[in-house]
T-cell receptor, first 115, second 111 residues
Framework: SAVISQKPSRDICQRGTSLTIQCQVDSQVTMMFWYRQQPGQSLTLIATANQGSEATYESGFVIDKFPISRPNLTFSTLTVSNMSPEDSSIYLC????????????FGEGSRLTVL | GENVEQHPSTLSVQEGDSAVIKCTYSDSASNYFPWYKQELGKRPQLIIDIRSNVGEKKDQRIAVTLNKTAKHFSLHITETQPEDSAVYFCAATDSWGKLQFGAGTQVVVTP
């Protein structure tokens, strides 16, 4: 299974600021995803991070609010821009190692609190 | 797109009893159905999964069944133990191969 490191693990942020979350995987992976988990809720897919091209966003999420980079097959970043208290959530990086392999591995998550 | 519904939202069981969680999905093209366990403050972890060409799969005290015709699948935990207490999520792949998750079930196993 892939080992996924996320930074920061948690942060407290001020309204209107932006924060970038980093995701590092110990092996090359085809597919990387970013999920959001609001307090007491399920996991909602934000976007698929595509290596070498723009991320593909799910309905309700836009690039201006959640810009994503994927410079290579082991690394991705998610930025939460112009934060408001409603952005307080856990953000999880996840990877699938093969195109046809269903299993999704998750990072530990980044818990953001916006004041 | 895919819509996954999960029931119940909470489940309390006595230690040693069985627990059953049920999910339905909407996309008939879905072909992969994993179950994740999330303990408080931790990441979701895969506990069992099933593909659409299989009707049932078992791993020790955990089993999953799939009814493709009815578009529902279930998680069965037998001989529950306190360490089974967690939130369980079902999921299904949509037509793009992305996982959509159910709302989750809080399982509490009381000694």
């Amino acid at each position: 299974s892939a080992v996924i490191s996320q930074k920061p693990s948690r942060d407290i942020c001020q309204r209107g600021t932006s924060l970038t979350i980093q995701c590092q995987v110990d092996s090359q992976v085809t597919m990387m995803f970013w999920y959001r988990q609001q307090p007491g809720q399920s996991l909602t897919l934000i976007a698929t991070a595509n290596q070498g091209s723009e991320a593909t966003y799910e309905s309700g999420f836009v690039i201006d609010k959640f810009p994503i980079s994927r410079p290579n097959l082991t690394f991705s970043t998610l930025t939460v821009s112009n934060m408001s208290p409603e952005d307080s959530s856990i953000y999880l990086c996840s990877v699938r190692q093969g195109v046809n392999t269903g299993e999704l591995f998750f990072g530990e998550g980044s818990r953001l609190t916006v004041l | 797109g895919e819509n996954v519904e999960q029931h119940p939202s909470t489940l309390s069981v006595q230690e040693g009893d069985s627990a059953v969680i049920k999910c339905t999905y909407s996309d008939s093209a879905s072909n992969y159905f994993p179950w994740y366990k999330q303990e408080l403050g931790k990441r979701p972890q895969l506990i069992i999964d099933i593909r659409s060409n299989v009707g049932e799969k078992k791993d020790q005290r955990i089993a999953v069944t799939l009814n493709k015709t009815a578009k529902h699948f279930s998680l069965h935990i037998t001989e529950t133990q306190p360490e089974d207490s967690a939130v369980y999520f079902c999921a299904a792949t949509d037509s793009w191969g992305k996982l959509q998750f159910g709302a989750g079930t809080q399982v509490v196993v009381t000694p």
